[in-house]
């Protein structure tokens, strides 16, 4: 299986990717961050898919499985969200999964109806797409008649300890048990058009450099606290 994922950056040489994930035909990653333009974001989120089971680091959900890089900005093309989604529904195939781990002013991609028409035209190829709900923490509707899986962020319940962080709460009591709680940050729906959640707090992957084998080198670093709609998509 072939996992796609279209960010700004990524450091494809990871220690826990190299080898696993190549770059989109015809396109270099600008690797300096600067700006929206962060390869240690790419790289986490590649790490929760692909991270290779090698007796170190860690290990990700899929670490037999390939991986392509769709630069949204890139040396060659900049600007191109757009021309990546249409790449990947282009050399994806049926079963193989699209991840867009990213929002588009703070709401899904699918707001913008040009973006939703693509996602839907490759999910309807038989690609499995999901997409960040954003990190506006507001109701988005419009989304039910986009075929791509649009996810919000949630932390576990029984969280110990106690969290003290009203970031990662509801608004409400400050514990509010051990039934589904959203992320205070992430986008919620009223009419359907985000289906799922995942884990958007204290998600251990790779990049950033916070955990172990730090040791100035990004193709080393790992994080124990990755989060948001981005740490969920993944």
């Known amino acids: 299986?072939?996992?796609?994922?279209?960010?700004?950056?990524?450091?494809?040489?990871?220690?826990?990717?190299?080898?696993?994930?190549?770059?989109?035909t015809g396109q270099q990653i600008f690797t300096?961050?600067?700006?929206?333009?962060?390869?240690?974001?790419?790289?986490?989120?590649?790490?929760?898919i692909l991270a290779a089971d090698n007796g170190f680091g860690i290990t990700g959900i899929a670490p037999e499985a390939t991986g392509i890089f769709?630069?949204?900005?890139?040396?060659?093309?900049?600007?191109?969200?757009?021309?990546?989604?249409l790449s990947a529904g282009d050399s994806l195939s049926v079963g193989d999964v699209l991840c867009?781990?990213?929002?588009?002013?703070?709401?899904?991609?699918?707001t913008s109806s040009t973006y939703g028409t693509l996602l839907s035209t490759v999910a309807d190829l038989g690609i499995t797409t999901f997409t960040a709900?954003?990190?506006?923490?507001?109701?988005?509707t419009g989304g039910?008649?986009?075929?791509?899986?649009?996810?919000?962020?949630?932390?576990?319940?029984?969280?110990?300890?106690?969290p003290i962080d009203d970031s990662l709460t509801i608004p409400g009591p400050a514990y509010p048990g051990d039934a589904y709680c959203r992320s205070s940050n992430s986008n919620?729906?009223?009419?359907?058009?985000?289906?799922?959640?995942?884990?958007?707090?204290?998600?251990?992957?790779?990049?950033?450099?916070?955990?172990?084998?730090?040791?100035?080198?990004?193709?080393?670093?790992?994080?124990?606290?990755f989060s948001g709609t981005s740490a969920a998509t993944g």
């Open 1 to 24: 299986m072939k996992v796609g994922l279209i960010d700004y950056s990524c450091n494809v040489d990871h220690e826990d990717l190299i080898g696993q994930v190549t770059v989109e």
């Open 32 to 48: 300096q961050p600067s700006g929206v333009i962060d390869p240690e974001h790419g790289t986490a989120v590649f790490g929760e």
């Open 70 to 85: 769709y630069p949204c900005v890139s040396i060659n093309g900049r600007g191109r969200a757009a021309s990546a989604i």
């Open 100 to 110: 867009l781990p990213l929002e588009l002013g703070g709401a899904p991609f699918w």
């Open 133 to 140: 709900a954003g990190n506006g923490g507001y109701n988005v």
């Open 144 to 162: 039910t008649g986009v075929t791509t899986i649009t996810v919000g962020a949630c932390w576990p319940g029984r969280q110990l300890p106690l």
């Open 188 to 225: 919620y729906s009223s009419d359907g058009s985000i289906v799922t959640a995942g884990w958007g707090s204290a998600v251990c992957t790779l990049g950033y450099g916070t955990l172990f084998r730090e040791d100035g080198t990004p193709n080393r670093n790992y994080i124990q606290s």
